[in-house]
């Protein structure tokens, strides 16, 4: 069993740049795949960037792609996400996941989630 807790949500101005940040503890977090994935208001829970166990691949929604950045160390059982040039849209509840069957499935299929860290990008 797995346990993750996200941090570093906030307010933050169009254009600004946040870091997340998710702490696991428990299982095997240096041997599973991991995600960042974000739900809106009124809207699904969305895949925004996953990265693979030794964190050699990872992968991007096209919205966030050249603005986001994935990265892990297994070392300290962290999973970061670097959100730069923030728009409006990234408004959103967002969510560490880990332990997929593979890297590109839909949500319901990860094993473990966190509560969520709300990041709210207004001017």
């Known amino acids: 069993q797995m346990t993750l807790v996200e941090s570093g949500g906030g307010w933050i101005q169009p254009g600004g740049s946040l870091r997340l940040s998710c702490a696991a503890s428990?299982?095997?977090?240096?041997?599973?795949?991991m995600g960042w994935f974000h739900q809106a208001p009124g809207k699904e829970r969305e895949r925004v960037a996953v990265?693979?166990?030794?964190?050699?691949?990872?992968y991007y929604a096209d919205p966030v792609n050249g603005r986001f950045t994935i990265s892990r160390d297994n070392a300290k059982n962290m999973l970061y996400l670097q959100m730069d040039n923030l728009e409006v849209a990234d408004t959103a509840i967002y969510y560490c996941?880990?332990?997929?069957?593979?890297?590109?499935?839909?949500?319901?299929?990860?094993?473990?989630w966190g509560q969520g860290t709300r990041v709210t990008v207004s001017s």
């Open positions: 996941a880990g332990d997929p069957p593979s890297l590109i499935v839909p949500a319901n299929e990860w094993a473990y």
């Open positions: 428990g299982g095997t977090f240096s041997s599973v795949g």
């Open positions: 990265i693979s166990w030794s964190g050699n691949t990872a």
